[in-house]
């Protein structure tokens, strides 16, 4: 069943309406700054702090092989996605914020352990939802629109998300903890179920190509194939995991600048102003470049700049903390206290996290043909979940064992390297034309095969 353009307009818009506002809620609860701050506040522990974003690694990335196999075989994708990014996705930061405001001061552990469990939860939503719902974006949204569609949503929401971070600064200092926090999570939990919405009215037509789920051992089969035959794609995820790995101090920036300037929710407001702005102004650029001139380009743009990230930290460190700024207007304080090359950090950060969120899921579709998107994407993700699960808690290690500078450091030799192999190994897929598993050699799973074999599912 072939896409009308009226629903073609009418998906592209109320798509940007999803991705917009989950954009803008999560922005609320940022996990490079207000997440990593919070944990901060319940523990003195750099390697707990390290997992949060291993958390929520662990459940976006791993889970997704688990629905690859399912989603090949939903002629509709969208009755799945919707209850599992409601109920697993979305719910977990309204549950967060009453954690939060009922344990955090008498009980922090529970609080501690209901945060990075809530994390985990709405990452395992996203996860699991993941592949049926790239698939159907990819059904719905024509490929030289994906680029402009993601940019823009993540932009569109980011820019809102600016007047969000004034508010989040805001709300830190104004209100007391743990009530401050607890606020921010409910009011990112409003935004996202208002993105729920433009879910819900995605006009998805049937799938032109479906085949039966096969037992995993035959699924594990093709995913083998794709590893052996499949070159660029595998170049592809040696070079991103190194890129992942090198983007170990992300969620240390914020901690980083705190401890060192003595930093309050005013200076973490302004941080998270700078990297949500940031995102904002680029992502609509990132998008129109990637549709322009491919996926792989951006993406080697995003290791130039999660380069410099920890290069620019290392060159604040060598710095001296001043003394706190005691003008109590926000802005006055924020911009008296912050130093520059902290912004600058964040800032190319900001241009590290538009690029990549631009342009890693886009990608992977062009590596694929239609009838195999499900297993490149839930195999893209799972295999790349073991770096991204372990990068944060190693930086966390080697900031504890050996401060930020040494951590930095590490950080920066592994971007150089993932940078060189994203520019110089890595083809852009668009330039070939994806040859499909069948065409390969792998004959699809049918009932006949299962026949007198029942058990081996």
């Known amino acids: 069943m072939g896409r009308g353009r009226d629903d073609t307009t009418w998906n592209f818009s109320v798509s940007l309406w999803d991705i917009t506002f989950i954009t803008l809620g999560i922005s609320f609860i940022s996990r490079e700054t207000v997440v990593p701050v919070l944990v901060s506040q319940l523990t003195d522990s750099k390697l707990v702090i390290g997992l949060v974003p291993a958390m929520w690694s662990l459940g976006l990335y791993l889970p997704q092989l688990l629905t690859a196999n399912l989603a090949e075989s939903m002629p509709y994708k969208k009755p799945f996605v919707m209850v599992i990014g409601f109920f697993l996705e979305r719910l977990p930061y309204l549950l967060i914020g009453l954690a939060v405001l009922f344990f ?5 552990v529970v ?76 009011i ?12 819900a009215l995605t006009r998805e037509p049937v799938s032109e190509v479906t085949r039966k789920a096969a037992p995993l051992f035959r699924y594990l089969g093709r995913v083998s194939m794709v590893l052996r035959r499949d070159i660029n794609y595998r170049r592809y995820l040696i070079s991103k995991s190194l890129v992942n790995l090198g983007g170990m101090s992300a969620g240390f920036f914020a901690v980083f600048g705190t401890e060192m300037f003595s930093l309050d929710g005013r200076g973490v407001g302004l941080l998270t102003a700078v990297l949500v702005g940031t995102q904002a102004i680029l992502n609509p650029l990132c998008g129109l470049l990637a549709d322009r001139v491919g996926h792989k380009t951006v993406l080697a743009g995003a290791a130039f700049f999660v380069v410099l990230a920890p290069l620019s930290a290392l060159v604040v460190g060598r710095g001296v903390a001043s003394a706190p700024a005691t003008d109590s207007e926000f802005l006055a304080y924020a911009l008296g206290t912050v130093p520059i090359g902290l912004v600058v950090t964040f800032v190319f950060l900001g241009t590290f996290l538009a690029a990549d969120h631009t342009s890693s899921l886009p990608i992977i579709l062009e590596f694929s043909a239609p009838e ?20 944060p808690i190693l930086g966390g290690w080697l900031a504890g064992a050996a401060g930020y500078t040494a951590m930095f450091s590490i950080a920066l030799t592994i971007s150089t390297i993932a940078l060189f192999l ?29 026949a007198g074999n029942d058990g081996a599912q």
């Open 104 to 108: 955090a001061v008498e009980r922090p």
């Open 188 to 199: 990112g939990f409003a935004f996202v179920v208002v993105s729920w919405v433009g879910l």
């Open 422 to 450: 994203m520019v110089f190994w890595v083809d852009e897929p668009r330039r070939t034309t994806p040859q499909g598993l069948t065409a390969r050699g792998f004959q699809p799973y049918s009932d006949s095969d299962g």
């Open 111 to 186: 609080a501690l352990i209901a945060v990075l469990t809530g994390i985990g939860l709405a990452a395992s939503g996203a996860g699991l939802g993941t592949p049926p719902w790239l698939d159907m974006i990819a059904k719905v949204i024509p490929v030289r629109r994906r680029g402009i569609w993601l940019g823009l949503g993540h932009g569109l929401g980011q820019l809102m998300g600016v007047v969000g971070a004034y508010f989040v600064g805001r709300i830190l200092v104004s209100r007391a903890f743990p009530g401050n926090y607890a606020l921010l999570f409910f």
């Open 372 to 391: 195999d998107r499900p297993t490149y994407i839930g195999l893209t993700n799972t295999l790349l979940a073991p770096v991204l699960i372990g990068a």
